[in-house]
């Protein structure tokens, strides 16, 4: 766990009990939101108490996006979106998972990060499925574009981004599903 900050340390125990250890001390442990649940070994005087307090009045950072990465995020999802949908249309359901797996990995937690949880568009974002029968999952695939379009425009009214999507392509690739697609 080194990758994620120095002095830290993960043990398994055979139980199924996982542990996360982690080796600091009083003047570079500054107060955050993460750490107001913190169990401290070796308490000498009351501190962690105090530091717990401290943790718990600590605000969480607001998640954001900006242009550029709302733009790499768009770019990506509609490269991975037509090549999942083109092979599903073909009648093949192996083939393409990979890719939509990908396609949910990579966008999902972006947008899910920053979306409110009560917000309708984060909610339809969660409907992922995927069948052996390629007609119902480009259904589904269908609902996701539905559900990312939603999104990313509450992401752009969310941030006041100054993102202009290609309405031309969209409105192409719309129409291919819409034709290709039966409601």
């Known amino acids: 766990a080194v990758h994620i900050r120095p002095y830290f340390h993960i043990a398994l125990y055979s ?7 982690r080796y600091e001390t009083q003047d570079t442990l500054l107060p955050n939101p993460w750490d107001r ?8 005087e009351n501190w962690g ?15 954001l996006m900006d242009k550029v990465e709302l733009a790499a ?3 990506r999802f509609w490269v991975m979106y037509w090549d999942v949908l083109r092979v599903l249309l073909r009648g093949d359901q192996q083939k ?3 890719v939509y797996l990908e ?12 979306l409110p949880p009560g917000d309708p568009a984060r909610r339809a974002l969660l409907e992922a499925s995927y069948m052996s029968d390629t007609k119902a999952t480009a259904q589904h695939m ?5 559900a990312y379009l939603a999104a990313r425009t509450a992401v752009i009214r969310l941030f006041s981004l100054d993102f202009t999507p290609d309405r ?3 409105e192409q690739i719309q129409r291919l599903v819409d034709r290709h697609v039966p409601a």
């Open 15 to 21: 139980s199924g009990t996982k542990v996360d250890f």
């Open 37 to 44: 649940d913190l169990r401290l070994l070796k308490d000498t």
């Open 49 to 63: 108490a105090a530091y717990q307090a401290l943790c718990a009045q600590t605000m969480m950072p607001r998640p």
């Open 73 to 75: 995020l768009d770019e």
């Open 96 to 98: 393409p998972f990979t």
């Open 103 to 114: 396609l949910l990995h990579f966008t999902l937690p972006a947008l899910l990060r920053v």
């Open 142 to 146: 269908k609902r996701l574009l539905s």
């Open 168 to 170: 031309s392509f969209e």
